[in-house]
């Protein structure tokens, strides 16, 4: 029989396809970096994907980190809530803020980055007081998906969301401040308040937000309240918006600051995680924004 490498590459392709649809991985998987390989949080299969999300490089490139929560011994030494923003200036090399109440430009970070299977990359760093850092990106999409960052000295270790920006694409969130915003609960925790005592999977808020900087709502679902505060806004990069906001329950007689970060997939709508209270719920879900009059 003639030896045909045509048939060869079609067979190899066909070996690959099928490992990459059908093999379970591993739930004791000691390899803790494989564990990324799945397609993201929201594929509940356990089976691999072959759909290369991960990018290869990052080099003109902005990454938006949303923080959902922190694991460490000194957090106030370290970003706790609110947005890292990294503006990769080549393959050495991103500038680095922060934008939580206030902004924060802490200036250049030396960086190695490494796409290390279809769906994870791994970034080593070293910060500015000479602290290295590790951070695992595991793509859902080429621009979206989770990410945990361990810093190595005292292990300090930040986890959340992120948003690949590319800085040639056009603007998307809005820069207007009258609106009424619809929010949709998918998820909330907490590990003080007990369940039914916040807005749970399914519930919806409606906010309005005025000029003047005021806000006030109503809230439908189990645990909900009925919202009004003061805020603040800043537009942060094409798609990304951060609201920082003094909620007031007049119910309840009690008053408590929030983070909201806003990722716009269209001028109008997305995903949004909040810190509330300084970590004492966090929650997220989707949003719809309406032009009020």
Same mark, same amino acid.
């Given at each position: 029989?003639?030896?045909?490498?045509?048939?060869?590459?079609?067979?190899?392709?066909?070996?690959?396809?099928?490992?990459?649809?059908?093999? $379970?991985?591993?739930?004791?998987?000691?390899?803790?970096?494989?564990?990324?390989?799945?397609?993201?949080?929201?594929?509940?299969?356990?089976?691999?994907?072959?759909?290369?999300?991960?990018?290869?490089?990052?080099?003109?490139?902005?990454?938006?980190?949303?923080?959902?929560?922190?694991?460490?011994?000194?957090?106030?030494?370290?970003?706790?809530?609110?947005?890292?923003?990294?503006?990769?200036?080549?393959?050495?090399?991103?500038?680095?803020?922060?934008?939580?109440?206030?902004?924060?430009?802490?200036?250049?970070?030396?960086?190695?980055?490494?796409?290390?299977?279809?769906?994870?990359?791994?970034?080593?760093?070293?910060?500015?007081?000479?602290?290295?850092?590790?951070?695992?990106?595991?793509?859902?999409?080429?621009?979206?998906?989770?990410?945990?960052?361990?810093?190595?000295?005292?292990?300090?270790?930040?986890?959340?969301?992120?948003?690949?920006?590319?800085?040639?694409?056009?603007?998307?969130?809005?820069?207007?401040?009258?609106?009424?915003?619809?929010?949709?609960?998918?998820?909330?925790?907490?590990? *003080?308040? $007990?369940?039914?005592?916040?807005?749970?999977?399914?519930?919806?808020?409606?906010?309005?937000?005025?000029?003047?900087?005021?806000?006030?709502? *109503?809230?439908?679902? $189990?645990?909900?309240?009925?919202?009004?505060?003061?805020?603040?806004?800043?537009?942060?990069?094409?798609?990304?918006?951060?609201?920082?906001?003094?909620?007031?329950?007049?119910?309840?007689?009690?008053?408590? $600051?929030?983070?909201?970060?806003?990722?716009?997939?269209?001028?109008?709508?997305?995903?949004?995680?909040?810190?509330?209270?300084?970590?004492?719920?966090?929650?997220?879900?989707?949003?719809?924004?309406?032009?009020?009059?």
């Amino acid at each position: 029989m003639r030896y045909n490498p045509v048939t060869k590459i079609k067979k190899t392709i066909l070996t690959i396809a099928a490992i990459c649809l059908a093999f $379970p991985l591993s739930a004791n998987a000691q390899n803790h970096d494989l564990q990324f390989f799945q397609l993201g949080h929201s594929n509940k299969s356990g089976y691999l994907t072959c759909c290369n999300h991960a990018l290869k490089s990052l080099v003109g490139k902005k990454v938006v980190l949303q923080i959902d929560s922190i694991e460490s011994d000194e957090p106030q030494l370290f970003p706790n809530k609110g947005v890292i923003v990294q503006t990769y200036l080549d393959n050495k090399q991103y500038d680095v803020s922060h934008f939580d109440q206030e902004y924060l430009n802490v200036g250049v970070i030396q960086y190695h980055y490494r796409r290390v299977l279809f769906n994870l990359a791994v970034e080593r760093g070293v910060d500015q007081q000479g602290i290295k850092f590790k951070t695992k990106l595991n793509f859902d999409s080429k621009q979206s998906g989770t990410w945990v960052r361990t810093y190595f000295d005292n292990q300090t270790v930040l986890k959340g969301h992120f948003l690949i920006e590319d800085s040639q694409k056009d603007l998307i969130a809005p820069t207007q401040v009258n609106r009424t915003q619809a929010l949709t609960v998918l998820h909330s925790a907490s590990d *003080v308040v $007990p369940e039914g005592g916040y807005p749970s999977k399914g519930s919806i808020i409606l906010q309005q937000y005025q000029d003047e900087g005021l806000y006030n709502g *109503v809230a439908f679902g $189990p645990g909900t309240v009925v919202p009004k505060g003061i805020y603040n806004i800043q537009k942060i990069s094409n798609n990304v918006v951060v609201e920082n906001a003094i909620q007031t329950i007049d119910e309840l007689n009690f008053s408590a $600051p929030y983070t909201m970060v806003y990722f716009y997939e269209t001028p109008y709508s997305g995903q949004w995680y909040q810190n509330f209270a300084d970590g004492l719920i966090i929650f997220s879900g989707t949003f719809t924004n309406f032009d009020t009059p």
